[in-house]
């Protein structure tokens, strides 16, 4: 895309959804820290469904932390991979509680070295909770840059790196959240709803169904 159809591109977008966020409930940065971990291979639904159970009962890192592996998998068990993630949530509100004083820290490096913590969540959690203008790729994201022809790669980081390149500084706060609600709702993997695009005129793809 050329550099004024990129601006076209997340204008439309920020005219159809001016302030967008994440699907994923939470109150706190710890909170969207552990509802991001538990959301790998799992729906915003599914997590939020067992996360409205577990966040009253263990809002802060101590309280989840006390709750134990085997305790927390009894509010998560319904989410795929709960075993495992229930491991790094408890190894994460460990070093939360015993590096940072049960805070989350708005730092990259300290972020990615907690257990279940890679780049994408850490973008997540550096975007949503801090602000900052980060744009995690998850699969409807890299999706999303290669179809419309927007920031085209052939790995996630590749795709990031292009869309930091490309995408105009007013806009990257939000274009996290404007770009996987448009993957997630419009232009949806096996069968994308192109009649109902804001950007269609704009998007690349071959296969416009319009």
Request: glycine share 8%; charged share 25%; aromatic share 6%.
């Amino acid at each position: 895309m050329k550099k004024t159809e990129i601006t076209e591109f997340y204008t439309r977008l920020r005219d159809n959804n001016p302030t967008p966020t994440t699907e994923l409930a939470y109150e706190t940065p710890f909170q969207l820290l552990i509802a991001v971990i538990l959301s790998a291979q799992a729906t915003d639904v599914g997590v939020n469904k067992a996360t409205m159970k577990l966040f009253p009962v263990a809002p802060t890192p101590a309280a989840m932390l006390a709750l134990g592996v085997e305790g927390l998998i009894e509010y998560i068990k319904t989410i795929g991979l709960f075993r495992t993630k229930a491991k790094n949530v408890i190894a994460t509100c460990r070093m939360l509680v015993e590096l940072h004083g049960g805070a989350v820290p708005e730092n990259r490096a300290a972020l990615e070295a907690l257990p279940g913590v890679g780049r994408k969540t850490a973008n997540v959690v550096l975007n949503t909770a801090f602000g900052h203008p980060t744009i995690a790729v998850d699969t409807h994201i890299f999706r999303l840059g290669n179809r419309t022809g927007l920031a085209p790669g052939k790995t996630v980081d590749e795709v990031e790196q292009k869309l930091l390149r490309v995408t105009p500084d007013e806009f990257k706060k939000d274009a996290h959240h404007w770009l996987i609600l448009h993957g997630r709702y419009v232009c949806k993997a096996r069968k994308p709803e192109c009649g109902r695009c804001v950007v269609a005129d704009l998007c690349r793809f071959k296969g416009k169904n319009l």
